[in-house]
């Protein structure tokens, strides 16, 4: 499945500042990702989507 970001979502959803990234992208490459992301049937992420754009397709995810 193609994983990608749902627009609407990023309408909302806050950037985080470049200090955020960098010590959520430190927490992962120390710790993994300790929860997957959420998706629709059609691959549009709806929870975890600076985890997937750390991480990429080596992001576990659930369909919801």
Do not use: C, Q
Not at 31 to 50: A, T
């Amino acid at each position: 499945m193609e994983l990608k970001p749902w627009d609407k979502l990023l309408e909302v959803l806050p950037p985080l500042s470049e200090k955020e990234f960098n010590e959520l992208k430190a927490s992962i490459e120390k710790h993994g990702i300790k929860y997957p992301i959420k998706v629709l049937p059609d691959g549009r992420i709806i929870d975890g989507y600076h985890r997937w754009k750390i991480a990429g397709d080596k992001t576990p995810y659930e369909i919801v």
